[in-house]
């Protein structure tokens, strides 16, 4: 039985698809304006997960990413400049070129954390003419109205509104007086598109109702999902910071728009922190893979370390953590090494493949498996098995080299027994610079990686 935490009833529900096979699955993508940071990639390891644990449960999984390239303004609501404008502007390049250049970075990190690539991942562009035709409906069934800024969506309309984020709109009314000055009925309202102002520099831009201008950024996700995955998905998931603006309003479109309900579960991912702080440029802790490689670290110890804790849980990362979870890789791909060198006949294995999957099945619970594994012996097979389910490409990191070391080992026995101690150390150091070190164990030498 899988059971995961559902944001629409707030309760942990068993799950099962509407088909018996199949399951689509929906996440939000990333602005593409500049390089995704680590805590970006929360959300991708963890809808990973899910992903394989579904695989793994005999399901075929129908996943559908979008790459936000227009519309995402700089606040969630709608204030400020376009995030891939304002990328543009920065650095002196087209909005096309900067989607194209973080589009590409964002795909290699994302193989580098070894993600399962979805069946379909989608750029907002290209679904300007299916958001038209949502805006086109949501104003036939009388959900929108238009001011100077662009349409918006009457949210006193659609009843079931707040029930999502567990909103106080009577309170978001109050508190908003001050500042709420805009044409807007409620402030809640949101634009489904929004007019280029005179005298706005906004290169991505289409002409629609007579009027140059541009689609609100939650309306790419309701269409990308209508047109790819048809009615009712059977999960969405994103970053929690999405609950309470850009997933209500994704519902709010998508139900009102198409008649039907958006998603049957919704998954949101806590946040990081890094030592204590929020994430920020200004603060210099934003690190990217990238950072992380150059410190030492490789994508999947990043991987590793996320998937210590729990997807609902906010957690602090720190580059010590980073290096604990680092050692915990290593240590398991020279258990794995052990085996190549090991009588098969003689290692016992009490991993219980069937207990970490339930694990995985009980609202992913990603640490518990890998304190399984720290506390179980492994076969070989097992930890294919763990790859599958973790992808942590632990077996394919950790070739079988035995042979090709033979004549090393060999010299070095040698070496020792004439006791010529300088040849037996250049053997060693000559292996420690291709990060293998010789350990003597009851049952000869056997090799183990460093790094
Ligand atoms: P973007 O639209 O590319 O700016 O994506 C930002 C998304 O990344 C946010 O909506 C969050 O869901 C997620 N995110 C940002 N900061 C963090 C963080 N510190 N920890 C986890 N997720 C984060
Ligand atoms: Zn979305």
Known sequence: MIKLYNQLTKTIDEFTPQDPRNVKIYTCGPTVYSYAHIGNFTSYIYWDFLVRMLTLSGFNVNRVLNLTDVGHLASDADDGEDKLEKGARTEGKTVWEIADKYIDAFLKDFKSLNLTEPAKIARATDYIKQDEELVDNLTKKGYTYETADGIFFDTSKFKTYADFAGLDLEGLKAGA????????????????????????????????????????????????????????????????????????????????????????????????????????????????????????????????????????????????????????????????????????????????????????????????????????????????????????????????????????????????KNKDYAVADKIRDDLLSRNLTILDTADGPIWQMTA
């Open 177 to 416: 007086r001050v500042e709420f000055s805009s044409e807007k009925k409620n402030p809640s309202d949101f634009a489904v598109w929004k007019y280029v102002r005179p005298g706005e520099n906004h290169a991505m831009q289409w002409r629609y109702n007579n009027k140059i201008g541009y689609p609100g950024w939650h309306l790419e996700c309701a269409t990308i999902i209508h047109t790819e995955l048809g009615d009712t998905i059977d999960v969405h998931a994103g970053g929690i910071d999405h609950i309470p603006i850009h997933h209500t309003n994704e519902i709010a479109e998508y139900e009102a728009g198409y008649g039907k309900k958006l998603a049957n579960f919704w998954l949101h991912n806590n946040f990081i922190l890094i030592d204590g702080q929020k994430l920020s440029k200004s603060l210099g802790n934003a690190y990217t893979l990238s950072d992380l490689k150059e410190k030492g670290f490789d994508p999947l110890d990043y991987k590793l370390w996320t998937l210590q804790g729990h997807y609902r849980t906010e957690r602090n990362f720190s580059l010590n953590d980073l290096s604990a979870a680092k050692a915990r890789r290593l240590n398991w791909r020279n258990r794995i090494a052990r085996l190549y060198q090991q009588d098969a006949i003689s290692t016992v294995d009490n991993f219980d493949q069937a207990k970490a999957l339930k694990l995985a099945q009980n609202n992913l619970n990603s640490s518990e498996i890998l304190a399984l594994i720290d506390n179980s012996m492994l076969s070989l097979e097992d930890w294919m098995f763990v790859d599958k389910l973790l992808g942590l490409d632990l077996v394919a990191s950790t070739p079988d080299i035995t042979q090709d070391l033979a004549d090393e080992f060999y010299a070095r026995e040698l070496a020792r």
